[in-house]
C-alpha cells in the first residue's frame, strides 16, 4: 500500500495548485477561526472547484457544531472530514450519521496514557490522525510544528488507516515513516515559510522526501522478508 501524503492548511489557489502537481493525495482546508490557516466559505468554494478530482478534499474543523459543519460542506464538498477537537465517540457517530462523510479523528499524543481510548475511535472513526498534543494554553489544536515521540507509535496495530502529524517536514519524515510505518504523513507547518503561508519549493519537497521515506521503507521490508 503507497504512502498517502496530506498537505494541510492550503488557502490560496498557486499553493494549491503546486501541491496537486506534485501530487498530494490530500488537500486540506482549515475552518477555524483561532488559526492563521482558516478560509471563509467563499474562497473553499473556489479553491475546493479548483481541486476537480485530483486528490481528496479535507475539511478540517474543531469542535464545529452541525450549522457549521452544513456550511462547509455545502461550500467545500469535502471527501473526509477531519475533527481535531474534542469530539466524542457519541458525536462522531452523529457527524457520520447526518453528514454521511468519513471521518478522520484526530488523537494529541504526548505520552502512551493519551492512546487508552483509541479502542472507542477505532469502532466509530473511519482513519485516525496521530498530532502532537498542543501546550496547555495553546490557542489550537495542532499545526503548532511540534512533534511528538514516534516510538510511541512502533508496533501499533489499530483495525483503520492512521496517518501521522505534527512538526513534520522533508527533513524527518523518513524517520517518522520508518519508525511508526504509518500509512499517511500530514504537513501543515512544516511546508510554510511564515505561520499560514505556504512555500511551493517546500510542498514540493516534501512530498520528494515523502515519497522516497516509501519507497525506502518498502524496500527495507521485502529484503527483511
Not at 515521540?149 to 519524515?173: Q, T
Request: glycine share 10%.
Amino acid at each position: 500500500m503507497s504512502l498517502i501524503v496530506k498537505i494541510c492548511g492550503l488557502s490560496t489557489p498557486s499553493t494549491l495548485d503546486v501541491a496537486l502537481q506534485a501530487g498530494a493525495d490530500m488537500v486540506g482546508f482549515v475552518f477555524f477561526p483561532p488559526s492563521p490557516r482558516h478560509l471563509e466559505l467563499a474562497r473553499a468554494q473556489d479553491l475546493g472547484a479548483q481541486v476537480r478530482g485530483r486528490a481528496a478534499k479535507v475539511a478540517l474543523t474543531v469542535d464545529a457544531d452541525d450549522e457549521t459543519l452544513s456550511g462547509i460542506i455545502e461550500a467545500l464538498r469535502p471527501d473526509l472530514l477531519q475533527l481535531h477537537g474534542k469530539e466524542t465517540v457519541t458525536r462522531i457517530r452523529e457527524v457520520k450519521r447526518r453528514f454521511g462523510l468519513p471521518v478522520m479523528k484526530a488523537i494529541g499524543v504526548e505520552t502512551a496514557a493519551d492512546l487508552a481510548d483509541l479502542p472507542r475511535y477505532v469502532t466509530v472513526a473511519d482513519r485516525l490522525l496521530f498530532d502532537a498534543r498542543p501546550p496547555k494554553h495553546a490557542t489550537r489544536p495542532g499545526g503548532l510544528g511540534v512533534p511528538f515521540d514516534w516510538r510511541l507509535l512502533e508496533n501499533l496495530s489499530v483495525d483503520i488507516p492512521f496517518m501521522l502529524s505534527g512538526g513534520l517536514a522533508a527533513g524527518n519524515v523518513d524517520d517518522a515513516v520508518r519508525i511508526t510505518r504509518a500509512g499517511g504523513v500530514d504537513v501543515s507547518s512544516g511546508v510554510e515559510s511564515a505561520p499560514g503561508v505556504k512555500d511551493a519549493g517546500m510542498i514540493r519537497d516534501f512530498i520528494d522526501a515523502a515519497r522516497r521515506a516509501a519507497t525506502s521503507l518498502r524496500e527495507t521490508t521485502s529484503h527483511v522478508g
